[in-house]
């Protein structure tokens, strides 16, 4: 199932990307940052902000360049949640890479915003054709629920 939205195409904004200009913070028990392999560990508690994007997970392992320390790939482990502005997202395992143009969702999948959500075992945006797949796995279906604007107001009301 094909889905472009842009309640999954703000998950791509995590790191490298044009969009975000504002300087990245990373806040985490601990930072082990591994020279030879270029890569940076981050364990415990991470919480990560760029401009209105925030990244939580209970591990976030940032593969970088080793000339310009630019960061190719990102990986962020358990319980992974992800925001910006109204539109959230969670997983179990969630794979930036800056090189594809690509984020995943891995393991019970899931993005939502006002008037709608997706989910599936797996899904996966490009960041330049702006398309999404949700992927079902092997043991269940893709879901979408759409709202009508109709509905949505009705419970926006008290």
Known sequence: MRFASAAISMAIM???????????QIESNRLEIRHAKHQATFTGDVHLVRDD????????????QAD????ERAEAYDHVRI???????????AVLDNLKQTIT??????????????????????IES?????LQ???G???MRLDSKSDALKQAKP
């Open 83 to 93: 925001r910006k502005a109204d539109k959230h997202g969670s997983s179990d395992k």
């Open 105 to 126: 969702l891995i393991g019970n999948a899931r993005m939502e915003e006002e008037g709608g959500w997706v989910q599936g075992s797996t899904i996966v945006h490009d």
């Open 14 to 24: 995590l790191l490298g990307s044009p969009a975000l200009a504002g300087p990245l």
């Open 130 to 134: 702006n398309q999404t797949e949700v």
């Open 68 to 71: 310009s320390g630019e960061i």
């Open 137 to 139: 796995g092997t043991t």
């Open 141 to 143: 279906r893709v879901k």
């Open 53 to 64: 994007f925030e990244l939580w997970s209970n591990k976030l392992i940032a593969y970088y």
